[in-house]
């Protein structure tokens, strides 16, 4: 594949640096390349990634394992890469907003017995918030960074109009026409409540029923999400105002404020030792979850996602509440520590949330210190996993996780970028 020789060359810069490290190379090199050279079909205009060792492709994932790559946006493989995936994105989407995953082509096979029956494009039909910001967010930094207009047509604007349009009726869940229920499951794969999910009232914010992590949500205003929502919604108007899409791009701000007034009136609690930080999900009934998941919109990917700066108030409180034993999902081994999720096994660290606390991390020490962990836990296979036991890290789930490999290589090249690889040597 063209993208791949030509993504080599561009990291190439970096092998002689990295090798003063023993492994550091080796294992970026593996990491950096791995969706493009393992997961990503093209052909004729039409980009599809699928997530590794499952063949169907996640609208949030196929983001996020080529995130790495938009630095290469003066390479035309590589526009011609993300494109095509913007565009099957976008195709996805309208077909079916409240899915999360999708098929290459149409199939009847169903790997999971739901009602409603999901379409034959469909993998799998958890409507997550997540799934929605994700392509907004990628369709703006495509366009900011090649100037190619012409991407903005029908189908990117259809996309836009298709989102929207899903956010405002999530405002009020009671009158959406969403249902999910999964049989013979474990109680995280499906919605109670008939499948409507537990009961919430008005706040501002939009409902989702699942975390990025594909769990079911414990109340239906999922924070980070929604935060994540306000920043896609930004995306929304950029494009819609550069299409001259007026009208659109109007309700995307409003829409966005809307939601954004509901974050600062609900999601934001008084915590008796952190102070003012974010809740993990809230139900506009006076509950909320305080927690954080490896997955990202997380609340510690925050800035990350371009949603606040680095030291704003509320973000540095609830960063020091997740990475501390507060956070139930925050676990330490002999080996390493860090925030896993209930998506697998108790105890279990995830490579990708050791990545974000690097990339949000100020303090050299603290980089350098999730760097050693990183390279120490692989179990000798040179790539990142979905999640590891922090006492013997052979024990992991998932050997073919492209996000995560993706997420490792974009922390290293950042690294390089800031000129900080020396607190790594």
Same mark, same amino acid.
């Given at each position: 594949?063209?993208?791949?020789?030509?993504?080599?060359?561009?990291?190439?810069?970096?092998?002689?640096?990295?090798?003063? #490290?023993?492994?550091?190379?080796?294992?970026?090199?593996?990491?950096?390349?791995? =969706?493009?050279?393992?997961?990503? +079909? &093209?052909?004729?205009?039409?980009?599809?990634?699928?997530?590794?060792?499952?063949?169907?492709?996640?609208?949030?994932?196929?983001?996020?394992?080529?995130m790495h790559y938009m630095r290469f946006l003066n390479v035309?493989?590589?526009?011609?890469?993300?494109?095509?995936?913007?565009?099957?994105?976008?195709?996805?989407?309208?077909?079916?907003?409240?899915?999360?995953a999708f098929n290459k082509e149409a199939s009847e096979y169903k790997p999971f017995d739901d009602e409603p029956k999901a379409s034959e494009w469909v993998w799998e039909r958890k409507y997550e918030i997540d799934?929605?910001?994700?392509?907004?967010?990628?369709?703006?930094?495509?366009?900011?960074?090649?100037? #190619?207009?012409?991407?903005?047509?029908?189908?990117?604007?259809?996309?836009?109009? =298709?989102?929207?349009?899903?956010? +405002? &009726?999530e405002l009020r869940h009671e009158n959406s026409p969403?249902?999910?229920s999964r049989k013979n499951c474990p109680e995280s794969d499906t919605l109670s409540n008939d499948g409507m999910g537990a009961p919430v009232g008005y706040t501002g914010m939009t409902w989702s029923g699942f975390r990025p992590s594909d769990d079911a949500c414990k109340y239906g205003y999922l924070v980070p999400s929604n935060i994540f929502a306000v920043r896609a919604l930004e995306s929304a108007a950029f494009l819609a105002n550069t299409m001259g899409?007026?009208?659109?791009?109007?309700?995307?701000?409003?829409?966005?404020?809307?939601?954004?007034?509901?974050i600062e009136d609900y999601a934001v609690i008084d915590h008796p030792e952190f102070g003012k930080m974010y809740a993990y999900?809230?139900?506009?009934?006076?509950?909320?979850?305080?927690?954080?998941?490896a997955n990202v919109p997380s609340l510690l990917s925050l800035p990350y996602l371009g949603t606040c700066p680095m030291d704003d108030e509320i973000y540095l409180n609830t960063r020091k509440f997740v990475l501390s034993k507060n956070n139930p999902y925050y676990f330490?081994?002999?080996?390493?520590?860090?925030?896993?999720?209930?998506?697998?096994?108790?105890?279990?660290?995830?490579?990708?949330?050791?990545?974000?606390?690097?990339?949000?991390?100020?303090?050299?020490?603290?980089?350098?210190?999730?760097?050693?962990?990183?390279?120490?836990?692989?179990?000798?296979?040179?790539f990142m996993h979905e999640s590891f036991d922090p006492n013997n890290p052979e024990k992991y789930t998932r050997s073919w996780f492209?996000?995560?490999?993706?997420?490792?290589?974009?922390?290293?090249?950042?690294?390089y970028e800031a000129d900080k690889l020396d607190c790594l040597l």
């Open positions: 594949m063209r993208a791949a020789r030509d993504i080599r060359s561009r990291i190439a810069p970096l092998e002689e640096k990295l090798k003063q #490290r023993p492994g550091l190379w080796e294992m970026f090199e593996k990491c950096f390349m791995n =969706t493009v050279e393992t997961t990503v +079909e &093209t052909g004729f205009g039409d980009t599809f990634i699928i997530t590794g060792d499952i063949p169907a492709m996640w609208l949030r994932d196929s983001t996020a394992q080529v035309q493989s590589v526009v011609e890469m993300i494109e095509g995936l913007i565009l099957r994105q976008m195709s996805c989407l309208m077909h079916d907003p409240y899915a999360n799934s929605l910001c994700y392509p907004l967010w990628l369709a703006e930094k495509f366009v900011r960074g090649t100037n #190619r207009t012409h991407i903005i047509g029908n189908m990117v604007v259809g996309g836009i109009i =298709t989102i929207l349009n899903v956010f +405002e &009726t969403y249902r999910f899409e007026t009208a659109l791009m109007e309700k995307a701000v409003a829409l966005r404020d809307t939601i954004k007034k509901g999900e809230v139900d506009g009934l006076g509950n909320y979850n305080l927690m954080d998941d330490e081994g002999e080996k390493a520590k860090g925030i896993g999720s209930p998506h697998t096994p108790d105890g279990y660290v995830w490579p990708i949330a050791l990545c974000m606390q690097a990339m949000t991390a100020t303090d050299d020490n603290e980089i350098r210190s999730i760097v050693d962990m990183l390279l120490s836990t692989h179990a000798d296979t040179g492209a996000w995560a490999n993706s997420m490792f290589g974009e922390l290293i090249m950042r690294l």
